[in-house]
């Protein structure tokens, strides 16, 4: 690990989301932002990373720190403390990234893979930071949490975090060597076990789809009840103190024998969801303000975030959830034809003429506040940014992009 690497001198020029292109740099600035209301001290820091008063970064296990020039002639000393892990959790983030050879892969090429993420975080293991675990500190008079000097550093410091995601590792503890060598060790030292064969089996997507070969070819196989007929009550109450509810208990008994039902009729969406995307999934069939706070609280996102995930949902399933999270970049062709169908249809729809900005997998049309996401299902996903200044997933999802502006056309009032 470097103990210090120079300070982004430039940084872009406008706005608030500018700083991260990547989104696991981009998770680092939602942290920051997500763990205070202070939007104006957030702005002047922002204003200061942009003019590059942020000097030389020192990375260290628990904290970033550099000098960061206010409106004094001194500079200030400013720092960001995050918790180390733990030699416990330290073992089994490593034993996740070497249980898949494309993890190691994708981080020695510069890149953070979300199922690494989602794979640490469902063992306990938070790698990315919660806003609540961001500690700012500065020896300027400031007494916001954070100051404008240390959320200047925050700001400053995505860009590092965008180029080289070890930077996270060595903030949670262990430098890039140190991490490259444990996993070293674990790959050879499971060469030379022999480990008896894993017994045969059959993935739970397999099975269910044979069963409804099975169902196709034998008339004698009871029809599926529909999921509304699931709903059941318990035979007797939760033990007295034990913490728990019957009508909680009772949802939770409902929504696993709906989600069976779909399973066994061969609609295995649902299958394969994160621990964080099935609170989202349950959080999207409306089950009240309670269980929506419970879900937040248990998962560790910001309310508003977790809102928009969920109306993500609502509009695309878990492909909405990896559209609203993880920009990536399609095939060139593709956003070419779009952009192009999409100038055309604007040109027939409005006078005035459109701005039209094209990054990565957005179309964004500059002054109406639209935005259309392609997603990996090849279909177009509708955004509006609203009176928060943040986007959020407007309308379901269409492989046309002018049909996916149409159906928000209208509601921006042009």
């Known amino acids: 690990m470097s103990p210090s690497v120079p300070g982004p001198r430039r940084a872009p020029a406008r706005g608030r989301r500018a700083f991260a292109a990547t989104w696991w740099g981009q998770a680092w600035v939602t942290a920051l932002e997500d763990s205070t209301l202070d939007s104006g001290r957030l702005a002047r820091g922002r204003t200061y990373a942009r003019q590059g008063m942020v000097g030389p970064v020192t990375i260290a296990p628990g904290q970033v720190k550099a000098a960061v020039q206010g409106s004094r002639p001194r500079p200030y000393r400013s720092a960001v403390h995050l918790p180390v892990l733990t030699d416990a959790q330290w073992d089994t983030l490593l034993d996740t990234i070497a249980a898949r050879a494309g993890h190691l892969a994708a981080l020695l090429d510069g890149e953070m893979p979300a199922e690494l993420i989602d794979d640490a975080r469902h063992a306990g293991v938070p790698l990315l930071p919660q ?24 700001y400053a410091i995505a860009a590092t975090i965008d180029d080289d995601p070890f930077v996270l590792f060595a903030l949670r503890g262990r430098g890039r060597d140190d991490v490259l060598a444990e996993l070293r ?32 070819h034998d008339p004698g196989w009871p029809d599926l009840p529909e999921p509304s007929a699931h709903a059941a009550a318990l035979p007797v109450p939760p033990p007295t103190g034990s913490g728990l509810v019957g009508a909680d208990l009772e949802r939770l008994m409902t929504d ?7 399973l066994l009729s061969g609609d295995a969406t649902t299958l394969r969801l994160t621990q964080h995307q099935d609170a989202v999934r349950i959080a999207a069939s409306g089950p009240g303000p309670e269980w929506f706070h419970h879900l937040v609280q248990n998962t560790g996102a910001s309310p508003i975030a977790f809102a928009r995930l969920t109306r993500a949902w609502r509009h695309g399933g878990p492909t909405g959830i990896t559209v609203a999270e993880q920009p990536h ?34 179309l964004t049309l500059l002054d109406h506040g639209i935005q259309l996401r392609l997603g990996p299902d090849a279909r177009w996903y509708p955004y509006l940014q609203e009176n928060d200044g943040e986007w959020w997933p407007a309308a379901p999802a269409d492989t046309d992009p002018v049909t996916a502006l149409t159906a928000i056309w209208q509601r921006t009032g042009m």
Do not use: F, Q
């Open 256 to 262: 696993v024998s709906a989600r069976a039902a779909r």
């Open 131 to 154: 806003p609540t675990e961001l500690d700012p500190e500065c020896s300027c008079p400031d007494w916001g949490h954070p100051c404008k000097h240390a959320a200047a550093l925050c």
């Open 185 to 216: 060790a674990r790959r050879t030292a499971g060469r030379t076990v022999d480990a008896p064969p894993a017994p045969a089996g059959i993935h739970a997507a397999g099975a269910y789809a044979a069963w409804t070969v099975l169902t196709e």
């Open 329 to 362: 970049s399609p095939e060139p062709s593709a956003m070419t034809a779009a952009r192009t169908a999409l100038t055309t249809a604007l040109a027939e729809m409005t006078d005035a003429p459109v701005r039209l900005r094209a990054w990565r997998n957005r």
